[in-house]
């Protein structure tokens, strides 16, 4: 079985200032790492993903996550938070990363940046 | 924006209706899903089709029932549905050959029931 845990359902952070929202995994085998980002009343959006390779991955809007395999940790960081980027945030876990219905979510994350 | 669509964005129904939301894409996706979704909750997995097949039924009530006419559309056919049945209802898309599980989402139906 896989999981995903977001320990933080609640992140708040000033506007400029680094922001992280935390993802940590259980999963057998290498597990493919996704973060989506929900604005209000819309669908989910893609952001970044990690599959293999550096560590770092860089995606949309700014934003790049980094991959641990010793911690399971694949964490969300932007390094100057903006208002518009507020809205809820979900990491994801694939353990073959073929088949959706293996995609597993988090419980989500709400980000809040205060002008 | 989205390359999923998703029709209608908002819908409200009596608990005797029957409507259908619709889903569509143009990206060659061979596999589309339907998800739904409460208010800052994850989204949770309904049904999977595979090349047009039913290839996962997470244990929907018959009340939902799917269909995937072709490769780019997927309908949901709703039936006698519960007040608790209110919900964000997601359409995703995705590569199966070489993808990476990545989701492609739309915009979703925000469903009422009353």
């Known amino acids: 079985a896989q999981s995903v845990a977001q320990p933080e359902d609640q992140v708040n952070v000033a506007e400029g200032n680094p922001l992280t929202v935390k993802c940590t995994y259980s999963?057998?085998?290498?597990?493919?790492l996704f973060w989506y980002v929900q604005y209000p009343n819309r669908g989910l959006q893609f952001l970044l993903k990690?599959?293999?390779?550096?560590?770092l991955v860089k995606g949309s809007y700014g934003f790049e996550a980094e991959f641990n395999k010793s911690q399971t940790s694949f964490h969300l960081k932007k390094p100057s938070a903006l208002v518009s980027d507020s809205a809820l945030y979900f990491c994801?876990?694939?353990?073959?990363?073929?088949?959706?219905?293996?995609?597993?979510f988090g419980s989500g994350t709400q980000l809040t940046v205060l002008p | 924006d989205t390359e999923v669509t998703q029709t209608p964005k908002h819908l409200v129904m009596g608990m005797t209706n029957k409507k259908s939301l619709k889903c569509e894409q143009h990206?060659?996706?061979?596999?589309m899903y339907w998800y739904k979704q409460k208010a800052k909750k994850p989204p949770e997995l309904m049904f999977v089709?595979?090349?047009?097949?039913?290839?996962i039924n997470e244990s929907v009530p018959s009340r939902f029932s799917p269909e995937c006419p072709n490769s780019s559309l997927l309908n949901l056919h709703l039936h006698a549905l519960q007040p608790e049945d209110s919900a964000l209802y997601l359409c995703?898309?995705?590569?199966?050959?070489?993808?990476?599980?990545?989701?492609?989402f739309g915009e979703g139906s925000r469903l009422t029931v009353l």
């Open positions: 990206m060659g996706h061979r596999a």
């Open positions: 994801a876990v694939s353990a073959l990363g073929g088949s959706a219905r293996q995609l597993t």
């Open positions: 999963v057998s085998g290498n597990p493919y």
């Open positions: 995703a898309s995705s590569p199966l050959a070489g993808g990476s599980g990545e989701l492609f």
């Open positions: 990690y599959i293999t390779g550096d560590n």
């Open positions: 089709y595979s090349y047009e097949k039913l290839s």
